[in-house]
């Protein structure tokens, strides 16, 4: 079978598997978001040793590793997770501790004559985050996190370790049934690098639209 047969013979069956990439990269982001955004107000009060000591683990470690913790390493202790569960945890916990660092710099990337200013204008803590510092750290972290996002579906396909039929875990299927590795993994990385183009060029757009006058 020549490639062009072989690419309209599996083709179909392996881009499905974009869906359930898709699902766990989508789950596990917004996992991640709510969990980054949690870090970020522990790490500019007084219990930042506490987000510390979470994210330096989690971003020391592999995650290929985590998800074994998770997936077969719970159950000793009498936690069983499907792989499902497992995968999303893992993702979207690792990626919380990324998200945390790009909230983090991006709060570090406000002048602080703007902070100033709000306290000389009679502003509390609290609005000064909620209508100087948020709304900006938000707009500066954007290109950020749709890298977080790319990677996170490119992290994804560790899924397919543990047996989550995901776009990786088809390639493996097919080369498998067809002995043909090579372009079963190329349609794979295609189809990838689909998902990661379309996401980082669509964002371009969306960065413009909230760009800041004055920063890159
Ligand atoms: N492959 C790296 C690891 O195993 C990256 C982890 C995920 N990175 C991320 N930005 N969410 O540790």
Redesign the pocket.
């Known amino acids: 079978m020549d490639f062009i047969s072989f690419v309209i013979e599996y083709l179909p069956f392996i881009s499905q598997g974009m869906l359930t990439t898709l699902q766990l990269s989508i789950i596990s982001f917004l996992m991640?978001l709510i969990l980054g955004a949690f870090l970020l107000a522990l790490t500019l009060s007084p219990l930042r040793p506490v987000a510390r000591a979470y994210i330096e683990p989690i971003?020391g470690?592999?995650?290929?590793?985590?998800l074994f913790v998770l997936y077969f390493g719970l159950p000793s202790i009498g936690i069983k997770l499907d792989a499902f569960t497992a995968s999303i945890l893992a993702?979207g916990l690792?990626?919380g501790?990324?998200?945390a660092e790009i909230f983090r710099s991006a709060v570090k990337g406000i002048p602080d004559v703007q902070i100033l200013s709000a306290e000389s204008l009679g502003f509390t803590q609290y609005q000064t985050f909620r209508y100087v510092i948020l709304p900006q750290a938000l707009r500066i972290s954007i290109p950020s996190l749709v890298?977080?996002f790319v990677?996170?579906i490119k992290?994804s396909s560790?899924a397919a370790v543990i047996g989550i039929v995901e776009l990786t875990r088809r390639g493996q299927y097919v080369a498998a049934y067809t002995y043909r590795a090579f372009e079963a993994y190329l349609i794979v990385a295609f189809l990838y690098f689909v998902l990661c183009y379309v996401f980082s060029h669509g964002s371009r757009v969306l960065e413009r639209k909230v760009r800041i006058p004055g920063y890159t």
Do not use: D, F
């Not at 470690?61 to 985590?66: A, C, G, K, N």
């Open positions: 991640g971003r470690t592999p995650l290929l590793v985590q993702l690792n990626s501790a990324y998200q890298n977080e990677t996170v992290e560790l």
